[in-house]
């Protein structure tokens, strides 16, 4: 079983859904795990207190405001002491199809998304490897998406930032293996979370859960169970990978 006994984790938009359910993961195997959030103070209270183990907190931050990124680590570095795994976790999806869009809202939606799902990450973890440099090293977990291989099209800004989101995570990999520092990425299909319920469970449900033969969706413990398996030790070699999550309903050559 993986052990993260005195580990710091990380785990960014952890509110709820997969973000809850990896902090859980991780709380059930000893880390202590930093519970972030942006405006939901009170879900992530409820994460904080459904954790396993006394050793965990909150951390409040904008990932799309560059200069709040570097406070934030360096805050759980004090309080914690270093910080071992980083999951970027949190992202928005907003639906844009081009067809139907004026060109300020598309605009809009686009500077929204890319500040969040790859700005965000990108800033983040910046500070956090400069950090983790110091500190002998560690794991960076990014959460994408099977958007970003079979295309998003009624929402093309998401499945572009997890395209760039996933070049990124394997740029990284290459620069900073050196430095002990390894990187990967997760790359689920529909997850059952409160977001996606109204989805899975109105007109479109069937359909989406026929996609995979195993004829549902992920749960958030799934997910989670993969970001777990791959920020333990002896995952090392598996730096610049890409894992799908997604019950085969996607499958890319």
């Known amino acids: 079983m993986p052990n993260f006994f005195h580990k710091t984790v990380l785990v960014t938009g952890a509110s709820g859904g997969i973000g809850r359910a990896i902090a859980q993961q991780f709380a059930e195997h000893d880390a ?46 004090r309080g914690m002491g270093k910080i071992d795994v980083l999951i970027n976790n ?37 500070c956090v490897a400069k950090h983790m440099m110091l500190h002998d090293g560690g794991k960076i977990v990014n959460i994408s998406s099977r958007g970003a291989f079979r295309g998003e099209p009624d929402a093309p800004a998401y499945g572009a930032t997890k ?27 529909f997850v059952d979370t409160d977001r996606v319920s109204p989805i899975l469970y109105g007109p479109q449900g ?19 169970h993969t970001a777990l398996f791959l920020a333990s030790e002896g995952s090392e070699f598996l730096t610049g990978c890409i894992v799908d999550v997604n019950g085969a309903s996607y499958l890319r050559s």
Do not use: C
């Open 206 to 224: 069937d359909e989406i859960r026929n996609q995979s033969p195993l004829g549902r969706v992920a749960k958030p413990r799934e997910v989670a």
């Open 163 to 189: 395209a760039g989101l996933n070049a990124m995570s394997q740029s990284l990999a290459k620069a900073l293996a050196p430095h002990n520092i390894f990187f990967f990425v997760i790359a689920p299909g």
């Open 32 to 77: 202590q795990v930093v519970v972030h959030f942006n405006k939901n103070e009170r879900a992530a209270k409820e994460t904080l207190e459904s954790l396993k183990g006394d050793s965990h907190r909150l951390a409040q931050a904008d990932l799309t405001q560059p200069d709040e990124l570097p406070n934030l680590v360096e805050t759980i570095s």
């Open 90 to 126: 949190a992202g928005i999806f907003e639906v844009h199809p081009i067809l139907d869009m004026e060109y300020e809202e598309w605009q809009q939606i686009w500077q929204k998304t890319v500040a969040t799902n790859l700005l965000g990450p990108a800033n983040l973890t910046f």
